[in-house]
């Protein structure tokens, strides 16, 4: 098959006015749908191969360009609200204001479909997914083609998915009529799959538009509690089978970024001496902790959007690169992060290796540094000899007035454990006091975000102390309040600081233990 190539310039075409060429290219690639012919074509997740999902002759083309197990469901995508009533059978209320909210977008709704939606595009199901994309591109061909398209990702099967009109060129030249190449892909992650063809809305696949947003236009969404199950009957794309995989085997390591870091280099430098090619993925802070001649850059920690979007772009540049061993860290599964990880355990096969974090030193963190913070550095300090530890242990503020005393109520409080408190001084919290070995332990989540957002700090080294023992509750602040308060505050502390510390020296002693063997 002799596969057409055509440039289109998304900047110019999403003008007022797009230049007349880019539309006639478009009048040509609506016509081989309609005839029957695949088209690839971009949109604002990844690129999608096209064909009439309403001709099963046309949509078995697909499976066959991209060599995809024909059980698996596919998405179609349409060009106008009013085509909706047509494929899907029943339209909840509260689909209709998910609609309202992220229509044109990366959101696919999955309904009951209407009797003329071919089984061979559900996978035998009695559902269908369904979505307006929002690249221009891709809504004016729809549009102009006048019929719903059935579209996948346009790679082969198995292969990370495309985000770049070279990356379908590579896969599918030969394999289809007409590929578009409109540049890269916005989001680079396919769409959030939301299953709402029941009374309450579940997530199928994550993606951009997370549970967060979606609570924020309907009361409740659902996790598919089977996300990560290989051997259901696929309700969604990239449920059943293995997907988004380089040619090298891809290995995941969580834990804290110098123990991720120290076990990673070991790794590529016994891959090398077997005589492999060895890569690491990392983000744009920690390029330099890797002892290795191929480092690619997804970005910076605090630009998960930037990480979503090179997932598969450095995916695929590991394959041009011919890497055997790939090895990345875990990065921060919140809001889209969540998205970006379920895709790269998907493409390592969920070869996921946690690291148990070992920690030297700790950090009790408040506001002004003359209470709580205080109290706790007391009691981890007692508990620290008690327990035989080594740990260095301090506090500090987040607003303190360098060298003030501490609270004479935190004081009164701390001598009914006779432990006195009364030399400290207040310290603010600076950038030097952080070492990768460091755990950060404030008093309530406002703490907690706060510093993520004004540190360099790595996201498994700070936590509420009631966070870091399996609990929730803030530890709020007595300030101004009778001695009972404080006293009662003192209680609370005591009792989560012992749990810490005896959980730091035993992870201590099993990493020890481990080092030894």
């Not at 259901?232 to 870091?261: D, E, F, R």
């Not at 290795?292 to 041009?320: W, Y």
């Not at 090895?327 to 946690?354: F, P, Q, V």
Request: with cysteine; charged share 25%.
């Amino acid at each position: 098959m002799v596969t057409e190539i055509i440039e289109i310039n998304q900047t110019i075409f999403d003008s007022e006015k797009p230049e007349k060429s880019y539309i006639e290219d478009l009048k040509k690639a609506a016509h081989i749908l309609k005839d029957g012919g695949l088209v690839a074509f971009p949109t604002e997740t990844v690129y999608g191969i096209g064909a009439n999902a309403l001709d099963e002759v046309a949509v078995s083309k697909i499976y066959k360009a991209k060599g995809r197990p024909s059980d698996n469901p596919l998405i179609i995508h349409i060009g106008t609200l009013e085509e909706l009533n047509l494929y899907a059978k029943y339209v909840p209320d509260y689909a209709e204001q998910l609609i309202t909210a992220f229509w044109p977008g990366p959101l696919t709704l999955i309904f009951k479909k209407q009797p003329i939606i071919p089984s061979l595009i559900t996978g035998g199901l009695e559902t269908v997914a369904i979505r307006m994309p929002k690249n221009p591109i891709a809504l004016k061909l729809i549009q102009l083609a006048g019929i719903p398209i059935a579209a996948p990702s346009a790679n082969i099967s198995g292969k990370p998915s495309p985000t770049r009109g070279y990356h379908v060129i590579d896969d599918l030249l030969g394999k289809v009529d007409m590929i578009i190449d409109g540049g890269s892909s916005d989001i680079g992650l396919e769409s959030t799959v939301l299953d709402v063809s029941h009374t309450i809305p579940v997530i199928l696949r994550p993606g951009s538009i997370t549970k967060t947003m979606l609570e924020a236009v309907v009361d409740r969404v659902d996790m598919d509690p089977h996300l990560s199950m290989q051997d259901m009957v696929p309700k969604s794309p990239g449920m059943k089978y293995k997907h988004y995989a380089p040619k090298g085997h891809l290995i995941v390591y969580s834990g804290p970024v110098n123990q991720v870091a120290e076990m990673i280099n070991q790794e590529v430098l016994h891959m090398k001496n077997k005589g492999y090619e060895v890569g690491v993925i990392a983000t744009s802070e920690h390029l330099k902790d890797y002892k290795c001649d191929i480092v690619l850059d997804i970005g910076s920690e605090h630009e998960p959007k930037v990480i979503a979007a090179n997932l598969f772009e450095l995916l695929r540049t590991m394959d041009d690169l011919n890497v055997d061993y790939i090895y990345t860290r875990a990065i921060s599964d919140k809001d889209i992060g969540h998205a970006t990880m379920n895709r790269l355990l998907k493409a390592a096969g969920n070869n996921l290796i946690e690291l148990e974090g070992v920690f030297m030193k700790i950090i009790f963190v408040c506001t002004g540094n003359t209470c709580r913070s205080p109290m706790a550095e007391g009691f981890a300090k007692y508990y620290n000899i008690k327990y035989h530890g080594n740990l260095e242990i301090t506090s500090r503020g987040l607003m303190a007035r360098d060298g003030s005393g501490p609270s004479i109520n935190a004081v009164k409080a701390m001598k009914m454990y006779n432990n006195d408190i009364s030399d400290h001084q207040s310290q603010n919290l600076k950038q030097y006091d952080i070492d990768h070995d460091t755990l950060i332990l404030a008093m309530t989540k406002y703490h907690v975000d706060f510093i993520k957002q004004n540190f360099l700090v790595d996201s498994e080294q700070v936590y509420t102390l009631n966070d870091y023992i399996g609990e929730t509750a803030d530890i709020n602040d007595p300030f101004g309040m009778a001695q009972r308060e404080y006293d009662a505050c003192s209680v609370v502390i005591e009792t989560a600081v012992k749990k810490i510390v005896k959980k730091i020296i035993k992870q201590q002693e099993v990493n020890d233990d481990s080092n030894r063997i």
